[in-house]
């Protein structure tokens, strides 16, 4: 149990294009669901917490009209990086909190993105 | 004071023997405390967790240790194996509506045959 799937699980683009990744859970309900990224060799870096239905709330120096989040259901969070640059290239992971239990987040297997 | 510190950054161990990660906290209002394994490439994965009401969990060949009055926790493998070589982070979480995870800087294991 307790599964998060990511689409894609790498991805190339352009610099200038928009590029969206998707994160679901697979078996449970995920009132919210957070969204990391991770450079190399670093840890996780929060972006973002979303609540289902809500609008997402954004850490501090996170740019929330380069990174549009909305998680439109209880299964589905979808990232959204508009005008990539080379610099947006990345590991994005995300991971749902199971809405029966206050603490556990089970994370995604991470999207790849590399902008060209 | 929402820090968590991790040492050491590296460890390496051979086949058999024990990896010791270690973990200190600040933030007193932390009341979960979970280590997530991460091989590259793949995102990180929930190990074993503990609550402080505890001062040990023990899953398999994975213990955690918790201290409370030091404010320190940390991540014991017996019988470590190659198969443990990947990067381990620990974390922490304030409960009650305050739901984000502080992420320690992570220990990169490697287990020689």
């Known amino acids: 149990g307790a599964v998060v799937s990511q689409h894609p699980s790498w991805v190339i683009c352009k610099s200038g294009t928009s590029v969206k990744i998707e994160c679901r859970s697979l078996?449970?309900?995920?009132?919210?669901m957070f969204w990391y990224r991770q450079f190399p060799k670093q840890s996780l870096m929060l972006m973002a917490t979303?609540?289902?239905?809500?609008?997402?709330?954004?850490e501090q120096g996170v740019e929330k009209d380069k990174f549009l989040i909305n998680h439109a259901s209880l299964t589905l969070s979808t990232l959204t990086v508009t005008s990539a640059h080379p610099e947006d290239s990345s590991f994005y992971i995300c991971?749902?909190?199971?809405?029966?239990?206050?603490?556990?987040?089970?994370f995604g297997p991470g999207t790849r993105l590399t902008v060209t | 004071q929402q820090q968590v510190k991790q040492s050491p950054q590296s460890l390496i161990v051979q086949k058999g023997g024990i990896s010791i990660i270690n973990c200190a906290y600040e933030?007193?209002?932390?009341?979960?405390f979970p280590w997530y394994q991460q091989f590259p490439g793949k995102g990180p994965a929930l190990l074993i967790a503990?609550?402080?009401?505890?001062s040990e969990k023990k899953e398999g060949r994975f213990t955690i240790s918790f201290n409370k009055s030091a404010k320190q926790f940390s991540l014991h493998i017996m019988d470590s194996q190659p198969g443990d070589s990947a990067t381990y982070f620990c974390?922490?979480?304030?409960?009650?509506?305050?739901?984000?995870?502080?992420f320690g800087k992570g220990t990169k294991l490697t287990v020689n045959p």
């Open positions: 991971s749902a909190r199971d809405g029966g239990s206050p603490y556990e987040q089970y």
């Open positions: 078996d449970f309900q995920a009132t919210t």
């Open positions: 979303s609540n289902e239905g809500s609008k997402a709330t954004y």
């Open positions: 933030n007193t209002a932390f009341d979960y």
């Open positions: 503990i609550r402080p009401d505890v």
């Open positions: 974390a922490a979480l304030a409960g009650g509506g305050s739901e984000k995870l502080v």
